[in-house]
């Protein structure tokens, strides 16, 4: 009877184990030859989960990113309008709304372009761990009225007497180069520590994707040009011929800026939705693999939820017969 209890209990503790996970208790020994199959299937599974898993900090990395450059793209918005409007009028009122504008921007963009997330900057490409942009204004501004003065002196003229066509001389030769992605990634006196080089993952067996962005980009050292020029030169004493060129090219940096973040948003949202497709292959691969595991592996709930009833009776008389037989005596029939 003790043999009967004990095989009962461990009879229960398995049929209990099959009826509350729906599969067997032991693999090994309700499969055999094919518990290997079982242990692939599992192992494949676990995969498929892993790579979703990296793909949802994926997701999370480029999300944040779109919203840096949608950030980004509304401030030269901004700064487009302001311009525009002091096209019309050079009233020192509309000069300083300008260059409160473009300061505004700047200062905009470098905070957004070091944006960390999980630990990692978001525009640095793979030097993640590196802070992208150093804010360089007042040595450029600088450089740039250096250049101004030396660039008219040349001329034979003071800065106030250039023309609109020698002012945009000044900045197509001397002022944008000065924003070239040589200089902005110069070791030493450029703005930018972040690599060219985007990040690239894995969101599946045979697909890697790019799945960042970077602060060397056009549209990033167009806001610069436009938002330091604007700066640095609409506070010098310029005729309004020169300053309605300044302002022009301005506006044009400020709407290749706009073009460039654009750009950029388009290359990550071609990510984030190969990303969405993989994920959605990956589930159905998923799927199939967990049914077939649930075929392999599966017992049948109501046959196990039965065994189980059946065992609590048994092991019931059981354990009724042992009580009494506990309970018999030779008194009881002396």
Not at 145 to 173: C, H, P, Q, R
Not at 246 to 252: E, F, G, L, P
Request: proline share 1%; aromatic share 4%.
């Amino acid at each position: 009877m003790r043999l009967t209890i004990r095989q009962g209990q461990n009879q229960m503790t398995k049929a209990t184990m099959e009826a509350t996970t729906g599969v067997y208790a032991d693999i090994g020994v309700s499969l055999g030859g094919n518990a290997a199959r079982s242990v692939d299937f599992s192992r494949e599974v676990d995969r498929i989960d892993t790579i979703k898993s990296s793909n949802s900090l994926v997701t999370a990395r480029m999300e944040s990113s779109q919203l840096g450059l949608s950030k980004m793209k509304d401030v030269g918005d901004g700064l487009v309008s302001k311009l525009t409007a002091l096209q019309g009028s050079h009233d020192p009122g509309s000069i300083t709304v300008a260059i409160q504008s473009a300061t505004s921007a700047l200062s905009t963009m470098m905070d957004t372009a070091n944006t960390m997330v999980n630990g990692e900057y978001l525009f640095s490409g793979i030097n993640t761990d590196v802070q992208p942009l150093t804010d360089q204004t007042t040595a450029t501004s600088a450089d740039i009225v250096t250049a101004l003065n030396t660039y008219a002196t040349g001329l034979g003229k003071g800065v106030s007497d250039l023309t609109g066509d020698e002012m945009e001389t000044f900045i197509t030769t001397m002022v944008e180069p000065m924003f070239s992605e040589a200089n902005w990634t110069n070791a030493t006196t450029g703005w930018s520590q972040a690599s060219s080089q985007n990040m690239t993952s894995r969101i599946s067996n045979s697909e890697v994707i790019e799945s960042s962005t970077n602060a060397n980009s056009d549209g990033m050292r167009y806001m610069a040009l436009a938002s330091v020029m604007t700066s640095a030169l609409l506070g010098q004493d310029l005729s309004s011929d020169a300053m309605s060129t300044v302002s022009k090219q301005a506006i044009s940096y400020t709407t290749k800026a706009t073009s460039g973040l654009v750009t950029q948003a388009s290359q990550l949202g071609l990510s984030q939705e190969r990303v969405k497709k993989s994920n959605d292959a990956l589930d159905a691969q998923s799927n199939i693999i967990k049914n077939k595991l649930v075929d392999l592996q599966g017992v049948d709930p109501y046959e196990a939820s039965t065994l189980v009833k059946t065992l609590e009776t048994q092991l019931e008389t059981a354990y009724t017969i042992v009580s009494k037989i506990q309970q018999l005596s030779l008194v009881n029939y002396l």
